[in-house]
Each structure stands twice: as C-alpha cells, then as structure tokens.
C-alpha cells in the first residue's frame, strides 16, 4: 500500500517541480482543415501530433517552409483555434478548456494588420495597450516607452496603411509589446524590416527577456535569425515536429560535414568524370550545384575543380560549414520554402 | 491535484472592462474618419441629397405625407448607408483578412468591439444626415423646428442597422458576400424608407414594418406635421430602442463566433 502511495506521489512532484520551470506544454496536438466543397473536399491536417515544451525565460523558436503548420500552431496557442485533439497548457492554464485566459497571458504579434491598418502608430499602440486592460494613464506612459525603445517617433503621427511594410511590421511589433506579458507569441516579427529595425526588435525582445523573465515564442522561416536569436528550435515539416534542440545541437546532427556551392556559368561539363561522377550526388537547382561531403573531400573537390577545363565553366564556388537547413534536408524536409 | 496547479498558475492580467475599452475602440474608429471615410460620407451626403432632387421633381412641396417621407428617409438613408452597408464591408473584410485576431487575442469584451465601433460609425453620419434634413426641408418647404429629433434617431436607428450590418458582415461566408448583403439592406432602407407607405402593396409594407429604420423614418416624418404626436415619436423611437438592443446582441454573438472559429 504504501509502496503505491510513494509510487503515486513521485510524477505529481516531478510535475510541481516542472511546472514552475515549463511556459508552455503541447500535447499530441492535432487540427485538421478541410479543403474544397461538396464531394472534391479533402481533409488537410496542418498538425499531425505535435508535442513540444517551453521552458520560462527561453526564445524558442518554431522553423519550417510556408505551409509547414506553424501558423496553425500558433492559432491554438493564442486561443483563436481550438485543436481537434490534444491539450495545451500556458504557464499552468489549460487554453484548450479556456482559450480565453490566452489574452491575459500573452501577446500576440499575427501576420495581419488590417486591424490597425488605418489608425496612426501612436493610436494603434496606445489603443492596443487599452485594450489589453492598462489604465489610460498606463497605456499613454507604454505608449510612450514603445515608440522611444523602437524609434518610431518619426513615424508615430503616420497612418500604419501608409508606412513600408517593415515600418508597418515594426509598429504592430510596438503594439504586441504595449502592456505586460509573460509569453510573447510573434508570427514573423520581422518580415519586410530593414537591418536597423530588426535589431530593434530583437533588443526590445532581450531586453523583455533579461529584465521581466518573459518567454517568447518565434515562428519564422529565416535560417540566419533562427540560428542567432533562438535559444532552442523546433523543426517543424507537413504538420509534425521532426527536431528539437538549441541550434548548436541540431547543427551537431550534420558536424563533419561541410557544403560545396558550385555555380556554372551556363551548363555544368559533364563531360569531365569528375564532374559526372559529382553530378549524381549534387541537388541541383538551376546553374547551382550543392554537395555535402566531409572536408577533406572538399578540400580535394575545390582544388579540382579551380583548374583546367572545370575552372573554366565555373561561376562561382563557395565552401561552408552547416546551417540550419542543412540540419532540415538531413531531417527530410523538403527543399523549398526556408529563407537564407 | 487541480489545487496544486492552480496555485502555481501564472495570475491571469486583469481583463479590459467593458466602458474604457468600449471608449477606446469609439476613439480610434473615430479617428479612421480622417483617413478614409470622409469620402465615402460625401458619397453617402450626395446621393440621399441627389435623391431628393430626383425626388421632388415628382412629389409637390408643403406638408404632404410624400414630402415628408421623402425627406426623413433621405436623411436616414445616410445613416442605413453608413451603417448598414459601410460597416458589413468593415467587419466582412476584418474577417477575411484576420484583422480580428487582434482583437480576439486581446482580453478585451466583445460588446466593447461591437459597440465602439458601430457608435464611431453612427457618429460619422451626424454631418451628413443634418445636412440632408436641411436641404430636403428647404427644398420641400417643410418646417425644421423639430429637426433636433434626428439627434436621437441618428443613434437608435443607427444602432439597430450597425448591428445588423455587422452581423451580417461577421456571418456571411466571403468578403463578397458581406458586401453584397450591405449593398441589399441599403437598397431596402432606399426603397422602403424614402417611398410613401400608402402607395405600397400589403406585402411589401409588411417587409418595411421589418426594417429597423422604417422606425426612425416614421419618427423623424411625424415630426414634420404641425403639431407632432409625440406619444407615436417616442413609441416608434422606443422600437428602435427594442430592435438596437437586439441587433447589437446579434453582432456581439457574431463577432464571438467568427473571432473564435473553431
């Protein structure tokens, strides 16, 4: 008897422990669309099963293509899509059963504007802070502290419909920020920006992260940012979760091996056997080639083919260690779609 | 078990209440007007102005019951205009386009959305609606004394039509739709609130008995009349009233359902 009580009593305080160190747990999350009318409809599952946890004060990251169903995730985690199975807890709410508690523990930056489209910068943070339930003293005071940590002064009077894209995606940023969270969800925060905004938005995040402990929770499907500002990464593909670690971690996954760019002026020799013999290992896309191999063979390959009759033909050559992507083609998934 | 984790749960931020947030919606609906509504108000102002002109070429002026219909329902159109058919096209296209997940993923209570919004919307018609009352008195010579009424009708047959535009707008499947169905209450709000209801068949008369701004029409066009029956005002205005309240709780429902399509 008492064996089953102390059995019994160990995962519930694994759990205490867990949850003060855990953000966001997902379970098993599943959500299917259905695509078309009538007969021709066909059901889409944007997410197959995914499990993933976020711990307190962490930047994880959601990476994959367009299509991938990270949005779809997204949606469910900010209580705007109810998955058809699976469970989700934020920092100890269940949002499957309460998807309305999502609104007092995080902000969310969407991929639209159309909301704030025609209210000026100033207006769309400060009515945005209001919302979120600051006093319109609060809400004027963050206003204020947005538009100075981001530099939109200068903008601040504008219309977002009449900004640049990166402008009008760096105030919906300044919005997301305006009034206290712990869990920051954003969708593509910096689609469109220019190198100075992202830096603000990746400094106004820090920032967030050192001083107040938040969490953030990034979707992007830019290699470079999730390699610099992620802290872990879940590689999501057709709906499920085929890694996740930091990217130092998954880039392990592919250590000793380098990558070989070759870009041929117009078509590749292949009348030459060491281009043949490459040929077949190569993915090809358009006048480029790209090898994977370890470095010594590299080594070998570059002083190949920068002589003689290959030389010639050659555009250009690059040799570089791993990347992310690299880690999401070793994993399975499909060429197309990820930034570089 | 469940004591345990709710004591370790993160506190919920307090939610937006009802009033403030209602309030900052209204503000910053209000201030779209600058940048793209003042447009469409001349449109909305011109055509219910055009209309009299049209109007009065077959209606003779003074106190008829025709003079009257025409003007008080050319003054409301503006309102059904605005309303009705301007804001099915807001909250058809918010939909389409996501723009409502940002309110929905604010704590923010969905009446103060709803509500804000249609009261900014009514706002934007106060111009237009005073001016066409003012050009349609003079050109029927029909007294203005009791014009003030519109300051009443304005917001209660605005209310009842902004709901029921933004249902409409929040339910219908496409953005086409939600415009086409704006464009069709507006049309019945021309057809049915600027013609004379004694030149109407029975069944249509019932159809402009079902109309919210039949009511504010019947109001306003009473008030014309030398000595006002005042009892018929404030009952056609109190059905406004009625129909506002039921109107506007259809959209909030609507806009629940399609902020959290699930």
Redesign the interface.
């Given at each position: 008897m008492s064996t089953v009580e102390t059995v019994a009593a160990e995962p519930r305080a694994a759990t205490a422990a867990a949850t003060t160190a855990v953000c966001c747990t997902v379970r098993d999350v599943v959500k299917s669309y259905r695509v078309g009318r009538g007969a021709k409809a066909t059901e889409v599952r944007a997410n197959d099963g995914i499990s993933l946890e976020i711990r307190r004060g962490e930047v994880f990251g959601l990476l994959g293509p367009n299509g991938a169903g990270k949005s779809t995730l997204v949606r469910q985690l900010t209580g705007l899509l109810r998955p058809d199975s699976g469970s989700i807890e934020i920092l100890g709410h269940d949002i499957v059963r309460h998807p309305d508690r999502a609104a007092r523990l995080l902000a969310y930056l969407g991929q639209e504007s159309t909301a704030l489209d025609e209210l000026t910068v100033h207006l769309a943070i400060e009515t945005t802070a209001r919302l979120r339930g600051l006093s319109a003293a609060a809400a004027r005071t963050a206003t204020a502290d947005v538009v100075d940590e981001l530099a939109l002064g200068p903008i601040a009077g504008r219309p977002l419909a009449r900004l640049s894209g990166g402008q009008r995606r760096l105030a919906c940023f300044g919005a997301a920020l305006a009034g206290p969270r712990p869990l920051l969800v954003l969708d593509e925060p910096t689609t469109g920006m220019d190198p100075v905004a992202r830096r603000a938005v990746w400094s106004a995040v820090d920032r967030r992260r050192r001083a107040d402990g938040a969490t953030v929770l990034l979707v992007t499907h830019n290699v470079i940012e999730a390699e610099t500002v992620l802290d872990r990464v879940a590689v999501v593909d057709e709906g499920r979760i085929i890694a996740c670690d930091t990217p130092g971690g998954l880039k392990a996954m592919v250590d000793g091996s380098v990558r070989l760019d070759l870009v041929w002026r117009d078509e590749a020799p292949t009348n030459l056997p060491l281009v043949a013999a490459l040929a077949g290992r190569a993915s090809v896309s358009g006048r480029r080639w790209t090898v994977r191999t370890d470095p010594d063979e590299a080594r070998e390959l570059v002083a190949e083919v920068t002589r003689g009759p290959a030389f010639a033909a050659l555009d250009d050559f690059s040799l570089s260690t791993p990347s992310l992507e690299d880690v999401y083609l070793l994993l399975g998934g499909r060429h197309e779609g990820l930034e570089k | 078990?469940s004591t345990?984790?709710?004591d370790?749960?993160?506190p919920?931020?307090?939610?937006?209440?009802l009033l403030?947030?209602l309030g900052?919606?209204y503000?910053?609906q209000l201030?779209?007007a600058r940048?793209?509504r003042i447009p469409l108000l001349f449109v909305a102002t011109f055509q219910s102005i055009g209309i009299l002109v049209m109007m009065r070429g077959v209606v003779g002026a003074h106190d008829t019951e025709a003079a009257r219909d025409v003007v008080a329902g050319s003054a409301v159109l503006v309102v059904a205009f605005v309303a009705l058919n301007l804001f099915a096209q807001y909250f058809g296209?918010?939909r389409a386009?996501?723009?409502?997940?940002?309110?929905?993923?604010?704590?923010?209570p969905p009446a103060?959305v709803v509500l804000g919004t249609a009261g900014a919307y009514a706002s934007f018609t106060v111009p237009g609606t005073l001016v066409t009352a003012a050009v349609g008195c003079a050109m029927f010579q029909l007294p203005w004394v009791h014009v003030w009424i519109l300051l009443a009708v304005i917001p209660l047959a605005g209310a009842a039509l902004a709901g029921v535009g933004a249902a409409l707008g929040l339910l219908a499947p496409r953005q086409e739709i939600a415009t086409l169905l704006g464009q069709l209450g507006m049309s019945a709000a021309l057809l049915l609130g600027v013609l004379p209801a004694s030149h109407m068949p029975e069944a249509i008369r019932w159809l402009r008995d079902l109309l919210p701004s039949t009511y504010g029409v019947e109001a306003f066009a009473r008030t014309f009349t030398a000595r006002p029956d005042w009892a018929l005002v404030t009952a056609d205005l109190a059905v406004c009233a009625v129909v506002s309240v039921l109107s506007l709780a259809l959209a909030t429902w609507a806009y629940r359902k399609a902020?959290?399509?699930?």
């Open positions: - | 078990m345990t984790v709710f370790q749960a993160q919920l931020a307090p939610r937006a209440a403030p947030s900052a919606v503000r910053a201030s779209r940048v793209a296209r918010l386009t996501g723009g409502l997940d940002h309110y929905a993923t604010l704590p923010v103060s902020a959290t399509r699930a």
